[in-house]
């Protein structure tokens, strides 16, 4: 079974702060990629970074980095310098290469950044 | 390029009524994808396309849900017999395949209430 969880329901940080969320996955599969969505309020998911798995290198976007650790399932994303526009859902995702690329995706973790 | 386009935004129903939602994909896009997100959830993966084929069926939730993508276009997504179990916001992406990990492009989803 593939699973994907996030175990931080909820989080907040302080405007120009860092903070990290976290995601373990689950998979036997070795050609896999992880990402992770943002989803502001009644808004629709924006990709916010991507990883391929097989890349040991981990993936940074401006602000928006990942720690991949692949022996540990683990995926999490660190956000610098807090803006107030990252409030929003956090969802971490993985699809699998053969099977059709369909995301498999945890609970998601509610970030509100303070001013 | 307007993005992922869903209609309606919104659809309030009586329990036993059928229901029809749509997708318009980014246009280039040859694979389309329906999950449902329930209150508190991530997003859980229904079915999805590649052109007009449907390449993966069996995670639809029922005989009840059916969704077709007819000249590899638009799809919609039907839903007979609506029970109040259905509630959810349903989810249409849409991704160019690149052999693997593309990146799904969103739609705003539409939210079904069965009352």
């Known amino acids: 079974a593939q699973t994907v969880t996030q175990s931080q329901p909820e989080m907040s940080v302080q405007e120009a702060e860092t903070v990290t969320l976290s995601c373990t996955y689950d998979t036997s599969e070795n050609n896999y990629y992880l990402f992770w969505y943002k989803q502001p309020p009644s808004r629709q998911m924006i990709l916010v970074i991507r990883q391929e798995a097989y890349k040991q290198q981990n993936a940074t976007e401006n602000r928006f980095s990942v720690n991949f650790q692949k022996a540990a399932k683990s995926f999490s994303l660190k956000i610098s310098d807090s803006q107030l526009g990252d409030t929003a859902m956090y969802f971490c995702a993985f699809s699998i290469t053969n099977t059709g690329n369909q995301f498999y995706f945890g609970t998601g973790t509610s970030l509100t950044v303070i001013p | 390029d307007t993005g992922v386009s869903q209609d309606p935004r919104h659809k309030i129903t009586k329990r036993g009524q059928n229901v029809t939602f749509r997708c318009d994909p980014i246009s280039e896009h040859n694979r389309l994808y329906w999950y449902r997100q329930t209150l508190g959830q991530g997003p859980e993966f229904l079915t999805y396309f590649q052109n007009e084929a449907q390449l993966e069926k069996s995670r639809l939730l029922s005989d009840r849900f059916s969704a077709e993508r007819p000249k590899g276009s638009f799809s919609t997504l039907e839903i007979q017999r609506t029970e109040q179990g259905d509630s959810a916001m349903y989810l249409c992406?849409?991704?160019?395949?690149?052999?693997?990990?593309?990146?799904?492009?969103f739609g705003a989803g539409t939210r079904l209430s069965v009352l």
């Open positions: 992406a849409s991704s160019l395949a690149v052999g693997g990990g593309d990146i799904q492009y």
